[in-house]
Nanobody, 126 residues
Framework: VQLQACGGGLVQTGGSLRLSCVVP????????IGWFRQAPGKEREFVAA????????YYGDSVKGRFTISRVKAKNLVYLQMESLRPEDTAVYYC????????????????????WGQGTLVTVSS
């Protein structure tokens, strides 16, 4: 499934942004949702994930302590709150459902996410 990510934009170093991901109901309660990002000339990188029960969250080392992933079941939305942004956070951000149903582990790789939407561009100016 290709999920829709939105909320990107231009922000100064140290600023904040909140990205949103619309998740169809049939995926929301059965699959972990992950955020990844890809900067120009670099490989796609794991950013954050929330497991299918919404009881556990996981973060890439580069964003720990600055980004927060959350799920709002009533709205079928997954958010990525980004604080203390840095120029190196500049990338296209993607959200996607993990292909492993009911997965609740801590290992998230691009190979576990079957397809990708267009993503949303985040640009952090120095």
């Amino acid at each position: 499934v290709q999920l829709q990510a939105c909320g990107g934009g231009l922000v100064q170093t140290g600023g904040s942004l909140r990205l949103s991901c619309v998740v169809p109901g049939r995926f929301f309660s059965n699959y972990a949702i992950g955020w990844f990002r890809q900067a120009p000339g670099k490989e796609r990188e794991f950013v954050a994930a929330v497991d299918w029960r919404a009881t556990s969250t996981y973060y890439g080392d580069s964003v720990k302590g600055r980004f927060t992933i959350s799920r709002v079941k009533a709205k079928n939305l997954v958010y990525l709150q980004m604080e203390s942004l840095r120029p190196e956070d500049t990338a296209v951000y993607y959200c996607e459902a993990d292909s492993r149903r009911y997965y609740s582990g801590s290992n998230y790789n691009t190979a576990d996410f079957s397809s990708w939407g267009q993503g949303t561009l985040v640009t952090v100016s120095s």
